[in-house]
Each structure stands twice: as structure tokens, then as C-alpha cells.
């Protein structure tokens, strides 16, 4: 066979180039549209798949793509001697404030108000000064699977506050985590409130605070837990059990046993509605087995491994969710489960597994509205519960060939923030921590996150945790300086008021122009609500970053959106710096 002369071969190649060219220059810029359908994780956007083609500039094109530098979050650092020198003065909490507020992983709160927690950090208060109890739920989508997250911050609540064990895990556990390996013999069928298989759902709405049940045929069953080897000191210690049930067809007997002994056996009365069964065990045994009997087909809503007092805080992953299925779960059940564990904190951490489907600003609009509606729905079952919003980190996609950021993210972390804030929670800015637009590549090279440029590996979540929990405690701490110094001065104490504005008054208010309400949304509001005169007029004006801002709250407190304010000033992505100078145009929202 003769050789392919090298003429030949150029003037393949060049034909292979000259058509690929002319693809790239009759294809629709914006792709072409294979699929679309409502999304599973949020009906109000859909799902869709898309096939695109390089331009031909493209092809010409230099890469200018920048990526965050995080070198500062890395190396972030609290100077803990600092904090503890801080005595019972206005100026040592001033200081704590601008500590605070330097702090580039701090939570935000609605109008700086951080009295939003502290109903929660009186209940904190209570378990380090009386070794009172009190629940956390950690509710989240696959970013906190095998319980990474949630497992750092357990173990430095329970270090401070007291209280030991993993917490809430499931009759059956779908996906492994550090803390606890589980065993189950007997017939227990899974049901949950999200994912796409139909037939896991349960018409009756009966899920549990997990979002998910098992139901277990008469012929019974049992469920063994072991610690884990990777598990946090605290997370094996292990000696208050709790078993919720219910939907009882005949009383139901449930058996619990430690290190093979048996620790007491408790009834369930025949009955639909929820209940608890709960043992104090004498030791710390490194083995328990939860065995059940009768009932007909009882539903199984979990098996809360404990300590007798002290925090305990539950690791909730629902993959693939958008946070916006709470609805789908029974008043009755949650309010009932809720009350019976003594929750006093829910952390709300999704936002991620929305954005392939976020299409633009109107739809990152819709979720958010969704989801302050699923934040709603959760306080109506217990008002004295506080609420953190843990938004979504940054993730990259791939863009003309390069990985960045989401274009659409900034605008999800808004309306979620402002879902947050709406409901009278915080919320606490994972993408801005990891240090904004296009960080997700440096994360990745550092070895903080995967492959996927969406998850951390186990080193970033542990930084990740490790950056909220200071926030969180930090506040804390402030929060009890702030008591100590109004008891010193004979000052009032710091109150925790009921809710005295109701949102459908916020929305009949709304419609009053020339004056808006700014609604508190929170069982412990402001102390007084601002009347704001709509500018008749748009103005521009000048801002100068100083050091805490973020694009949102800016455009906040102009009146404006994040949008504009980068259209206006030329900025590629919404990371300012201290210093900045910023135009404005007032009320151009």
C-alpha cells in the first residue's frame, strides 16, 4: 500500500477545518433545544438538555479567564486569645462587632438584626450553664452527604455546649456515613418525599422530620448500629436512644439492647398518631440494636442515638433536592416531631442541584419564592425555632471551553437570601466564602473540591464547616457579652418578642404607595419598623465599599439590583473589595 503523500494530508485537514468553520457559522448561537421538561427538584423552572457549538471566534479567541484567589480564606485566622481578653465593656463589644464584621465567613443577617438567633443561643445558653438539651436538624442536598459537614460542627457544639451521639438516622440507611454503620435484617420498605422514583412516594404525607419512613411488615425486624472508625470522639458516645413511630395497626414492642444486653423494652400503643419511646442508658455501649414487634405495619420515622443532655444534631441529606419538598410532610407530624425533640434550630443548606436549571433572572425569582414558602411552612409548625439558610457554593461549568462559575448563581444567592431574610432567618453565604465568582477552580486545585466542581472533597468540607462554625460561635459569644454587659448596667435584658406583623398586613401594606412597610417576617422583630418614602425619581449616587459589604446588601439598601449595579460599573462577576467606589442608580429596581 503506498504511502499518504503529505499533500494529501493538508488538504484533508483543510477541508476537515473549512467545514467544521461553516458549521460554526450557520449553527444557532444559542444551541439547539433536545428536551425540556418540568424540573423534579422545582415545577416553576425546567429541566433541559441542549446541544451547542463552538463559534468561529472562539476559535481566535485569548483566554482571559481569572480565578479567585483564596488565599486569605485559607488562611483566615480569629486570634482566639483576643476573644477571651474581652471583658463585660461597650468597648469590648464594639470590638467583638468589628471582629465580626471583618470576618469573611460571617452570617448575615436581615437589617444587621441578629436577634433572629437568639432564641437559639438561649437554648445554647441553657445546655452550657444547666445542662439543659435542645436538637439542631441539618437539613441539606448531597453536599452534606456521609455527614462531613454536619459531623465538624456536632463535634464543637457538643465539645462546648455538652451532649454526644450522631443523632437521627433512618431504619434504613441509603447512603453510608462517617459517623455510624447500620445494619438492618427484617422487611422495612423506604418511602421519602423527594427523587424521581414514583413509586418511593407516600400519598399520605406521613415522612417524618427525615422526609422519609420506613414501613415494616408484621413479621418485624431490627436495626443495628456500630460507631464508625472515622467518627468524631463525641459522635461514638452514645447513651439516650429515642424511637419515633406511628400509624400503629396494634400495639407495637420495640426492644433495645447494648453490647448485647438487653436495656428495656417499651409498648407503642395501637394508634395513628406519632410517638416517642425513649431509654437512659447506665454506659456507653459500642453496639445497639433496636428490635420491633407487632404494630401491623408501623411506620418507622427514625432512631435518634444521643446523649442524655447537651446539643444533639442530625445529618439530613436528600440528594438531588432543592429544599423545596418540606411541604409535601404532614403538618401534624412535623409540628408533633418537632415538639417532641425539642428542635431548636433548623439549617437549610440547598440552592445547588437548582442550577441547571436557572435559565435566567425570573426563574432564580421563582424558586426563591418557592423556597421562602417551604421556610414559611416550617416555622407555622413550631414558631420558636430559628432558621440559618446555608446557600449553594460556587460550581463551574464548562464555557467556551474553560470552567466557571454559573452565570445565574449570584442571582440564585440573592432570592435565596432574601427567602432568608423574608422568614425572619439568617443566612450564611457559602458562595461568597469560598471566595466568589470563578473560586470553585482554585478549590478544585487546591484539593478542596472534586472533579465534578460542584462537591467538596473531605478536606474542603471539613474548611467549610470549619469557617461556619466560627461564624456561628462568634455570634454566640457576642451574644452573651451583650447579656452580661445589659446585667452589669441594669440595663433590660435582651428580649425575645412574638411576631406582631403578619405577612398578609406586610402584603396589603406593600400595595399603599407612597410608603412600603420593611417587614420584620420573624417571631422576634425589630423594635421598631422603618416607613421608606418610594423615590419618585431615579438618582444616582456614589458608594464606597467598606469592609462586611456584599453586592446584595448594597443593592439592598439602595433600592437597586445586583444586576444593575454590575451592568453600571462594568464588573464581570459580583466580588467587590474594601475601597471600591461604586455608581448607583437609586430605585432602579
Not at 344 to 354: A, D, H, T
Not at 371 to 392: A, C, S
Not at 488 to 499: A, F, W
Not at 530 to 541: A, C, H, L
Request: charged share 25%; with cysteine.
Amino acid at each position: 500500500m503506498d504511502n499518504i503523500k503529505p499533500l494529501r494530508i493538508v488538504g484533508f485537514v483543510s477541508v476537515c477545518i473549512v467545514f467544521l468553520a461553516f458549521i460554526s457559522l450557520i449553527f444557532p448561537k444559542k444551541g439547539i433545544l433536545l428536551y425540556t421538561e418540568p424540573s423534579e427538584r422545582d415545577s416553576s423552572v425546567q429541566d433541559s438538555i441542549k446541544i451547542k457549538f463552538p463559534s468561529f471566534a472562539s476559535f481566535f479567541t485569548i483566554d482571559t479567564t481569572k480565578y479567585a484567589d483564596i488565599d486569605n480564606i485559607l488562611h483566615h485566622h480569629i486570634d482566639s486569645n483576643l476573644l477571651k481578653e474581652l471583658n463585660s465593656t461597650q468597648d469590648s463589644l464594639d470590638a467583638f462587632r468589628k471582629i465580626s464584621m471583618d470576618n469573611p465567613g460571617r452570617i448575615h443577617y436581615p437589617k444587621n438584626n441578629k436577634g433572629v438567633l437568639y432564641s437559639f443561643f438561649e437554648a445554647l445558653e441553657n445546655a452550657e450553664d444547666d445542662q439543659a438539651s435542645l436538637r439542631i436538624l441539618h437539613y441539606g442536598d448531597s453536599q452534606i452527604e456521609m455527614d462531613r459537614i454536619t459531623s465538624y460542627i456536632r463535634e464543637q457544639l457538643q465539645n462546648k455546649f455538652g451532649g454526644s451521639g450522631p443523632g437521627f438516622q433512618p431504619a434504613v440507611q441509603v447512603i453510608p456515613n462517617i459517623s455510624t454503620r447500620q445494619t438492618t435484617s427484617g422487611n422495612f420498605v423506604r418511602y421519602a418525599s423527594w427523587g424521581f422514583d414514583q413509586s418511593q412516594k407516600a400519598e399520605h404525607g406521613r415522612y417524618g422530620p427525615m422526609l422519609n419512613f420506613c414501613e415494616l411488615d408484621n413479621g418485624g425486624g431490627t436495626i443495628s448500629f456500630t460507631p464508625s472508625h472515622q467518627a468524631y470522639s463525641k459522635a461514638q458516645l452514645i447513651n439516650n436512644v429515642k424511637v419515633l413511630v406511628g400509624d400503629l395497626e396494634s400495639d407495637l414492642t420495640v426492644t433495645l439492647r447494648g453490647d448485647g444486653g438487653s436495656a428495656g423494652t417499651k409498648t407503642a400503643k395501637a394508634g395513628k398518631g406519632i410517638q416517642l419511646l425513649e431509654w437512659n442508658l447506665d454506659n456507653f455501649p459500642k453496639t445497639i440494636s433496636v428490635s420491633f414487634s407487632g404494630g401491623g405495619t408501623p411506620e418507622i420515622y427514625g432512631i435518634a442515638l444521643d446523649g442524655k443532655t447537651g446539643v444533639s444534631v442530625d445529618n439530613l441529606p436528600m440528594r438531588g433536592c432543592s429544599g423545596t419538598i418540606f411541604k409535601r410532610t404532614t403538618s401534624t407530624i412535623l409540628k408533633k416531631s418537632f415538639e417532641l425533640l425539642n428542635v431548636k434550630l433548623l439549617i437549610l443548606e440547598f440552592g445547588g442541584n437548582m442550577m441547571p436549571s436557572i435559565n435566567g433572572p425570573k426563574t432564580a425569582e421563582n424558586y426563591g419564592k418557592n423556597f421562602y414558602e417551604q421556610i414559611m411552612y416550617l416555622k407555622q409548625q413550631n414558631p420558636n425555632m430559628d432558621i440559618i439558610v446555608i446557600g449553594p457554593a460556587d460550581m463551574s461549568k464548562r464555557i467556551n471551553g474553560n470552567m466557571v462559575s454559573y452565570p445565574d448563581l449570584p442571582v440564585v444567592v440573592e432570592h435565596l437570601k432574601k427567602a432568608a431574610f423574608d422568614a425572619g432567618g439568617a443566612y450564611w453565604d457559602t458562595y461568597q466564602v469560598m471566595g466568589g465568582h470563578n473560586s470553585m477552580p482554585t478549590w478544585v486545585k487546591e484539593g478542596l473540591a472534586g472533579k465534578d466542581y460542584i462537591h467538596f472533597t473531605t478536606d474542603g468540607a471539613k474548611k467549610i464547616s470549619e469557617l461556619f462554625y466560627e461564624a456561628l460561635i462568634n455570634d454566640y459569644n457576642e451574644y452573651r457579652l451583650e447579656k452580661r454587659i445589659r446585667q452589669l448596667n441594669g440595663q433590660e435584658p435582651l428580649k425575645i418578642e412574638p411576631d406582631t406583623i403578619k405577612k398578609d398586613t406586610v402584603e396589603q401594606k406593600k400595595k399603599e404607595a407612597p410608603v412600603v412597610v420593611v417587614p420584620p417576617g420573624k417571631a422576634r422583630p425589630f423594635k421598631s419598623v422603618k416607613k421608606v418614602t418610594i423615590m419618585q425619581k431615579n438618582r444616582w449616587v456614589t458608594h464606597i465599599v467598606k469592609p462586611g459589604d456584599t453586592l446584595w446588601e448594597i443593592a439592598q439598601k439602595y433600592n437597586a439590583t445586583v444586576e444593575d449595579i454590575m451592568r453600571d460599573n462594568n464588573m464581570e462577576s459580583d466580588k467587590i473589595n474594601e475601597g471600591q467606589t461604586l455608581r448607583i442608580k437609586k430605585g432602579s429596581k
